[in-house]
């Protein structure tokens, strides 16, 4: 399962407000030159121990383009407008985001809110222009490989659904 992370800072003098941000950009925002530390943690609430699935499942991006392929395996990681159900995926899971042409096969390394700063290597706003990218998923270990190989290996057409985000049994 991945963990939602929040944000707190340690100021220039010492003091660590109350205050919680959902982003890094949000956190520097609001004190500008007078961070000393910025602090990442996991709250209470979220904080679950993992379950192993009897089923072992592949997370499936589909509807991408070959130029975004290249975009998120040299940069590891991909931007896109839907969630991935945070009860569904974990670190380790299985990770497919499929062109045309070819299938990007790593393994998720994390989940993330979508920030401008942080994320620079996709230049938005995308397919949608009146709509901002808002999750970022991690990976590692990427490979290209071709889709008429990865659907054997798969024994699945690796079609996706509507929204770009769905599971496939392996």
């Known amino acids: 399962m991945i ?7 340690e100021l220039l003098d010492g003091r660590i407000p109350d205050k919680i941000f959902e982003t890094r950009q949000e956190a520097v925002r609001a ?8 602090i990442e943690f996991v709250p209470r609430e979220t904080k679950k ?23 998120s395996l040299d940069c590891s990681y ?3 407008y839907n969630c991935p159900k945070r009860d569904k995926i974990y670190p380790g899971m299985r990770y497919l985001e499929v ?4 299938v990007l096969e790593a393994v998720i390394d994390k989940l993330e809110k979508y920030e401008k700063g942080a ?14 990218w808002k999750w970022a ?7 290209l490989i071709k889709r008429d190989n ?16 769905s599971y496939i049994k392996i």
């Open 137 to 143: 998923i991690y990976h590692k270990n990427g490979k």
């Open 150 to 165: 990865a659907e054997q290996r798969y024994s699945n057409s690796l079609k996706g659904t509507q929204g770009g985000i």
């Open 31 to 38: 004190y500008r030159g007078n961070i000393s530390i910025l």
């Open 49 to 71: 121990n993992s379950e192993s699935t009897p089923d072992q499942l592949a997370i499936l991006i589909s509807a991408r383009s070959n130029q975004d392929l290249d975009i």
């Open 99 to 102: 062109s045309d042409d070819y």
């Open 3 to 9: 963990s939602n992370k929040q944000y707190k800072v």
């Open 119 to 132: 994320h620079p290597h996709w230049k938005g706003p995308g397919y949608k222009p009146n709509k901002e």
């Open 78 to 80: 991909a931007v896109m």
